[in-house]
């Protein structure tokens, strides 16, 4: 698995969530994505690698920027999931 923290530009409220996260969902194969207007960032867990372009894509005609992404392996333990140490 893996984690992607996304910086966006460009969202200003819940609303702008929704519709990152639905845009994510409805484009790239993901488990989990939850967004923050107020860190200006998403994070995505999936099976696969993100690459920053798949996310551009996704966002494409939004009026949402993607500043930058990083995307890192991610281990889940129980319930709980954890970063991987490279």
Same mark, same amino acid.
């Given at each position: 698995?893996?984690?992607?923290? %996304?910086?966006? @530009?460009?969202? #200003? &409220? $819940?609303? &702008?969530?929704?519709?990152? *996260? @639905?845009? !994510?969902?409805?484009?790239? *194969?993901v488990k989990? %994505?939850?967004?923050?207007h107020?860190?200006? =960032?998403?994070?995505?867990?999936? @099976?696969? =690698?993100i690459?920053?372009?798949?996310? =551009?894509? #996704? ?9 930058? $992404? =990083? &995307? %890192?392996?991610?281990? +889940? +333990?129980?319930?709980? !999931?954890? %970063?991987v @140490?490279?």
């Amino acid at each position: 698995m893996y984690k992607t923290t %996304v910086k966006i @530009d460009g969202m #200003a &409220c $819940s609303m &702008c969530e929704s519709h990152v *996260n @639905d845009a !994510f969902r409805s484009k790239l *194969n993901v488990k989990k %994505v939850t967004s923050s207007h107020k860190k200006g =960032e998403s994070v995505i867990i999936s @099976d696969t =690698e993100i690459t920053s372009e798949q996310l =551009e894509k #996704a966002l494409d005609g939004s009026g949402y920027r993607i500043l930058g $992404s =990083e &995307c %890192v392996p991610y281990e +889940k +333990k129980g319930t709980f !999931f954890k %970063v991987v @140490d490279r």
